[in-house]
């Protein structure tokens, strides 16, 4: 079930009547399970049974840590919860990926293996909500989490459905502080959760749909070499899809959240206008971020290690968070691109950071057009099915297609130019500023009218129920 469908519209209408019409809070809260239940069964019923299955596991498992005498004993459950969790995820989402390496390894010594074709079907969403599950054990062995006595509030907490399939990654311990009392919507959060997810459904059918991803696919699909014009073009256009994409999802969760009465964090704090990667990844996908920060980074050492280790757990983590992504070696050079720029980037700073030019206006200036230049070139990656067209993508954009053609349409260039150009600049303009704080400012009928845009625009575009991109993952 997608956000931007009519059949999400009607489940989602259905849902908050019921929810609000209960005076029983418990009561709420299971027709909360039922529904988060439904609207991730639509995709595959039998995965709900997977779904549950991780959630009551890690319960259990949870329990067992909190009775356990010592550090030992506790530490065995958590290793017994990462393992379940991780293989559950390393089986569905890498195992083809696995076998497929597996036989290239054999062939290399001479050894022809044709492995049979598992063909696994990916769970949507697996990715997040493990994590989510995954974060509870965690939280409780590092002590700052103690286990909940009900398995219906830990079930509700890891599949709540705005955030099950895409995110913002919702850690338990953030989420169930918020079911043991009823919420009670402050003045004007109902509205504000629609105007959110009006926003949201906006980035994703209007920006991200119509007026990119089809650039975006013809370049990266192309299979003949492209002027480098085209190949920028694809790239900033792609740039683009993406952000609005995640963003607009993120957007639709966290105002579903709150017309529900819930706080979910956010997830996109203007990472265009980031100055440096470190900057970037405070601002791109957060949840995730702070996720591998706080039960990866900092448990390998982080940065109070020797300068060569904290340089090498940044690319461990990144290289783990671009596997994360995908069960593909294009997303690990992805990965690993980012853990060399935050390399580089700390050997900067530690060289240059006490100069007085350092932290001047036009180095501020300079640093955030390379960081946004460097981010494109590793979208490609990101984005490329195979080294093949990152390759042919690259060599585009760096001139060694001298003779490529051009298959963007003027009207499609100035398109993606003009989408660009709005975007970089709403970030930079907001860089600082809440975006609450921002809207907030505005008197009422620009936010009624700007609002009344943007519904318009999604009816009219009438898109095509596209799937999020980070549903793959």
């Not at 699909?221 to 256009?237: I, K, N, R």
């Not at 039960?295 to 280790?309: A, T």
Request: charged share 10%; proline share 4%.
């Amino acid at each position: 079930m997608l956000f931007n469908s009519l059949t999400f519209v009607v489940f989602f209408v259905i849902v908050v009547t019921v929810y609000w019409s209960i005076r029983s809070w418990q009561a709420r809260k299971n027709v909360l399970v039922v529904a988060s239940y439904i609207f991730y069964g639509a995709w595959n019923p039998p995965f709900a049974a997977l779904l549950f299955g991780t959630t009551a596991m890690d319960f259990w498992l949870g329990r067992q840590m909190a009775k356990a005498k010592d550090q030992h004993a506790r530490r065995r459950w958590l290793v017994a919860s990462v393992c379940m969790n991780l293989s559950m995820l390393g089986f569905f989402k890498y195992g083809n990926f696995l076998l497929e390496n597996f036989q290239w390894l054999l062939r290399q010594i001479g050894i022809m293996y044709q492995p049979p074709h598992l063909n696994i079907l990916l769970p949507v969403g697996i990715s997040f909500y493990t994590f989510h599950s995954l974060s509870y054990t965690l939280d409780i062995y590092r002590g700052v989490l103690r286990p909940t006595k009900s398995l219906r509030d830990f079930v509700l907490a890891v599949s709540f459905f705005p955030q099950l399939v895409a995110g913002p990654i919702v850690r338990a311990g953030d989420f169930l502080p918020q079911l043991v009392h009823p919420p009670r919507l402050k003045n004007g959060q109902f509205l504000w959760g629609l105007a959110l997810m009006t926003m949201g459904l906006f980035e994703k059918i209007v920006l991200a749909d119509t007026l990119l991803s089809g650039s975006a696919d013809r370049v990266f699909s192309y299979p003949g070499p492209l002027v480098a014009v085209d190949s920028w073009a694809g790239v900033l256009a792609f740039a683009g899809q993406i952000f609005f994409d995640f963003a607009g999802y993120s957007l639709c969760a966290i105002g579903a959240a709150l017309t529900l009465g819930f706080h979910l964090k956010d997830n996109f704090r203007f990472p265009y206008a980031a100055i440096g990667f470190s900057d970037f990844w405070r601002r791109w996908h957060i949840s995730l971020s702070t996720f591998l920060r706080d039960y990866l980074y900092i448990p390998l050492g982080g940065n109070q290690v020797r300068p060569f280790r904290a340089a090498l757990n940044l690319v461990i983590v990144m290289f783990l968070g671009g596997l994360w992504h995908g069960a593909a070696w294009t997303f690990v050079v992805w990965g690993l691109l980012h853990g060399s720029y935050l390399v580089i980037e700390r050997v900067f700073r530690v060289s240059f950071e006490h100069k007085a030019w350092a932290n001047t206006l036009p180095v501020r200036v300079l640093a955030g057009f390379a960081t946004y230049v460097l981010v494109c070139i590793a979208w490609v990656f990101f984005r490329a099915s195979d080294f093949t067209i990152a390759s042919r993508m690259l060599g585009g954009m760096f001139g060694q297609h001298t003779h490529g053609d051009a298959i963007l349409t003027t009207r499609e260039l100035l398109q993606i130019g003009s989408v660009t150009l709005g975007l970089i600049a709403m970030h930079w303009a907001m860089r600082d500023n809440a975006f609450e704080t921002a809207v907030m400012r505005l008197p009422h009928w620009a936010i009624a009218t700007i609002g009344s845009v943007m519904a318009f625009a999604i009816i009219v575009t009438q898109g095509n129920s596209n799937a999020f991109i980070y549903f793959q993952f």
